[in-house]
């Protein structure tokens, strides 16, 4: 239940980029998030009798639905903890796919302790949203085929943009794209910026997540076998704003057809600001997916944010 995204490579935002862009769709995946495959390998990988006594987990939507999932196809419980602000779009196909919620607090160190609670009264087994190493190689497989699809139709990826909350893609980004030379970079939300703050200070800096549009991108830290795999790899880090982030979103629907959350439209929001180091001539981007409230969708498109300069590639 994981499908092969496309590689998309986007001409009407290169004249922006000042590169060559090309867009992993992972907004087309199962639950329309990346999540489906850290969630489907860490549940397949578990025995059948613990996968017996039920799944828990914790998570403001997209985890959630990729561990429902993983429960639908394995025939096994899922209770989930899920904050009271969850996006309706995300807690609707939670519940469609089976999954019991109990909404917890606005941080994920209030789901996680609501889910702690579950699993002592169940005893089910925890499906960790970001810090697992099995979670981590699920999700490295989005990279793994980002970067096998690039090559075999323009060449090697120069730099990738990895939208970041919990640090679980960007970690198996970096072991997908470990001694390869891809330089890799991180994208956060100003005011959740946990993986920043940490790789500046070298050990791991919590934060009280600001307001952002990004719900998928607010944990109050980052995962710390996460953090250890990125600090060997990631050559930078970059915050973005609301408004960085909707201009992002509405130009990849309009320009490239695609319909991401906002959270998704971080990294391509850093790319549009052609400045990475050593002006890479072919970028790659992430996408982490596609649910986006339509009542939000409606706003954005209503508000315009603004549209980039015509600025003709180097």
Known sequence: MVVRTPAIRCHALERVAKAELWIKA??????AA????GAMLAVSRLPDEVRARGIITYSSGNHAQAVALAGRKFGC???IAMPVDAP???VDKVKQLGANIQFAGHTSEDRHKAALRIAARTGGHMVEPFDH???IAGQGTATLEFVDQVHQLAGELDALVVPVGGGGLIAGACLACAGSGVQIYSAEPVGC???ARSLAAGEIVAVTPGPTLADGLKPTRVGELNFAIAKQHVAGSYTVNDTEIKRALLALLLEAKLLVEPSA???LAVVLRANLPGAPERVGVILSGGNIDPKLLTQLLAEGTGTYPETPRN
Request: hydrophobic residues 45%; aromatic residues 8%; proline residues 0%.
């Open 26 to 31: 992972e907004n087309l995946q199962y639950v």
């Open 265 to 267: 439209a971080a990294a």
């Open 193 to 195: 910026d946990s993986l």
């Open 88 to 90: 309706k779009v995300k």
């Open 77 to 79: 419980r899922v209770d």
């Open 133 to 135: 190493a099995d979670t």
């Open 34 to 37: 990346f999540k489906a495959r």
